[in-house]
């Protein structure tokens, strides 16, 4: 997702594309976590933003 895409999309309906690696690069640094905790949150909570930010904050 580019930052044109991404720039009309309410931050909590965002989605994180984890077939894109700009994309799950850019999720990492912003959630400061690894790839593996990436996916796995992606797995647990699912694609949207907000649930997977949740989601490895309660894992911390």
Aim: overall charge negative; hydrophobic content about 35%; some cysteine.
């Amino acid at each position: 997702m580019t930052n044109d895409e991404t720039r009309d999309i309410p931050p909590d309906d965002r989605r994180i594309d984890l077939d894109d690696m700009y994309d799950v690069r850019s999720w990492m640094f912003s959630l400061g976590c690894s790839e593996a905790e990436l996916r796995l949150a992606v797995r647990d909570a699912g694609e949207r933003a907000e649930d997977v930010r949740a989601y490895l904050y309660r894992r911390k």
